[in-house]
């Protein structure tokens, strides 16, 4: 089969499509013929060999695709031969094949093409666990999410409000303001012209936000608790703006908020089971009835590998970029 493999010794690494053999699935596994791979900003770190894939993950980048099961390992059930399935990998997505955990598989949602089910998986996932897991939004709540035009924003902006929260995302540019305002955000504010910390109070008369979703971290955290609302809830998520930050730490005891982080891939196979089986209990349901939907920015054959990984380097896409095997 193909993958898109990633030579290390290239400077930054380099990808290439390989033929490599193909892989058979173990106990509690399904191998999926993928007719699509999401495309994640991990993926930029992989191949800059800084995010190597867990053990037993193929060395090949992809943490998510779509398309129909082929065969399925010992001990599988609930998931066929032929079935129509998305799924949350720890890697490997960038592939003709793929074998994944059955628990860590979905059902294709109806009314969603195929291809752009892949870009599903890691953004509802991370957008439901980190919302409701962690961050525990209640309807009525305001919800500053930032990046509201990236993969995990797009769907976070469409999430929240489907579960009644008031939603203020950020975006570069008035165009891109304007598309996360049509996915569902009371208010959007442009990080290029606007403050955020400003917008938020506005938008919710001085008390902050009850919680922040932030793929940004280091230099955006003092702005972060400033825009925290008293109990406000900070999760991080990215750390676009670097991994270390300063803490006001009387901002914090005074407004008694929590400020935490989490990261999907390094989860335990049995935590990913249970964030999927919330999110199809809870999400698919959204997607069926078009509350949620995906948003692609492109599909590019396996081939365009590299300029899939450049096209959100560059920071030009919105919503998510996938692969066309
Ligand atoms: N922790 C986890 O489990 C987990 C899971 C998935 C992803 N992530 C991380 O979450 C982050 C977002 O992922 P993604 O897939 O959404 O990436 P993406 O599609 O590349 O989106 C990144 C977003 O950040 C925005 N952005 C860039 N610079 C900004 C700035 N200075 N101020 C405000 N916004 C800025 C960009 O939009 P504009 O240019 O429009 O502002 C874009 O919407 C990444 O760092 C990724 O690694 C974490």
Redesign the pocket.
Known sequence: MRAVTISPQASGGKLAVSDVPAPRPGVGEVLIENVSAGV???DLLQRAGKYPPPAGAPPWPGLEVAGSVRETGPGVSGVSVGDRVVALLEGGGYADLVVARAAQTLPAPDGVDLVDAAALP??VC?AWTNLVDTARVRPGEWVLI????????TIAVQLAAALGAHVIA????PE?AERVRALGADAVVD?RREDFVAAVRAATHGRGADVVLD??GGRALPDNVRALAHHGRLVV?????GRRGELDLSALMAKRATVTG????SRTPQEKAQIVAAVREHVWPLIAAGRVRPVVHARLPLADAEAALAT?ER?E?FGKVLLVP
């Not at 950020?170 to 540019?173: E, I, P, Q, V, W």
């Not at 998520?237 to 703006?241: N, Y």
């Not at 989490?262 to 891939?265: F, K, S, V, W």
């Open positions: 994640n900003r991990a890691e953004a991370t930032h990046g509201g035009s990236g993969g995990v924003g950020t975006a570069g540019g891109r990080h793929v940004l998520i990215g750390l676009q703006q989490t990261t999907l891939r959100l920071g896409a």
